[in-house]
């Protein structure tokens, strides 16, 4: 038995007239495998063009959890049958062509796709496995698509260029929430004060008491001398400030300093040097 559908969220799944179109699929595995391709980017209007076999339990299979696009999949016997409704018909090709066509490589067509929705149902079409889509099939499309692929090694997989596709869709979806009401997805979360960090961004008054106790710290252990100091400091400082640090990163690297103090016999001499904050014996214990 093939796995039960896995819940479709609703805010995430959008535009339901981007279709996609198979053409007749060989290898039904690669119908399911297309099926969750689209699911991960909230896409679920899948057409089927003579497949090979299909419904079977290969396809299930691959689908992983999408069963429910599979179960709403139209199998269709031509290509017309696919796209007759459709204001805009957008089918994918690595041919070059005698006659120039339009073609556009997948993040504009993603635009391009997008906006026609306005105006009714939008195909994006894929082709055989074995040799993509016809000549003749490649006409009934208005904008080819190219993804620009390795020349040495161009081939896709069918699902794998159907992600292509459905994720650029779904990049284009999302910049328009960040543009609006917000996304929380493309909002990046990489240092102290981004949305999402476990812990404020220290203050100067914190990183220069670490860059003290860090000094003297040095001095302890005779790897620094404040008479011929050189560039340490200005190198570590440099160093330090490019990481950013928390709050608690403060406090853990203070912490490590006063072990590595306890261990050279010196603990305690940081405290006149600093005359700041430094946190008590076991207090960075209490932030971890």
């Known amino acids: 038995m093939h796995k039960p559908a896995l819940p479709l969220e609703g805010t995430d799944t959008f535009n339901d007239r981007i279709r996609i179109v198979l053409v007749e699929t060989t290898h039904s595995g690669n119908i399911g495998a297309v099926a969750r391709a689209m699911k991960n980017m909230g896409l679920g209007s899948l057409w089927l063009v003579n497949p090979k076999s299909f419904p079977d339990e290969a396809s299930y299979a691959r689908s992983a959890g999408a069963s429910d696009v599979l179960d709403r999949a139209r199998v269709v016997a031509s290509l017309d049958e696919a796209i007759d409704d459709c204001v805009l018909v957008m089918g994918t090709s690595a041919r070059g062509r005698k006659v120039p066509w339009p073609v556009m490589p997948p993040p504009e067509a993603a635009i391009t796709a997008s ?8 195909a994006l079409v894929f082709g055989r496995e074995s040799n993509g889509l016809s000549n003749e099939e490649l006409q009934r499309c208005h904008h080819h698509i190219h993804i620009p692929s390795n020349p040495e090694y161009s081939s896709l997989n069918l699902a794998m260029a159907v992600q292509v596709m459905c994720y650029e869709l779904r ?6 929430l960040e543009a609006g009401e917000g996304s929380p997805y493309l909002k990046p979360m990489a240092a102290p004060g981004d949305a999402g960090w476990d812990v404020s961004l220290a203050s100067v008054r914190d990183v220069e008491g670490f860059f003290g106790h860090l000094e003297q710290m040095l001095v302890d252990v005779e790897f620094h001398r404040r008479d011929n100091p050189r560039q340490l400091m200005t190198r570590l400082r440099r160093l330090f400030q490019r990481a950013r640090l928390d709050e608690m990163e403060v406090n853990i690297l203070r912490g490590i300093l006063t ?18 904050d430094a946190p008590a014996p076991g207090q960075e214990k209490d932030h971890v």
């Not at 906006?115 to 939008?122: I, L, S």
């Not at 990049?171 to 328009?176: D, E, I, K, S």
């Open 115 to 122: 906006e026609a929705t306005a105006g009714g149902c939008v």
């Open 171 to 176: 990049m284009h979806y999302l910049r328009g």
């Open 259 to 276: 072990a590595a103090q306890k261990a050279a016999g010196k603990q305690g001499a940081h405290s006149q040097s600093a005359g700041d």
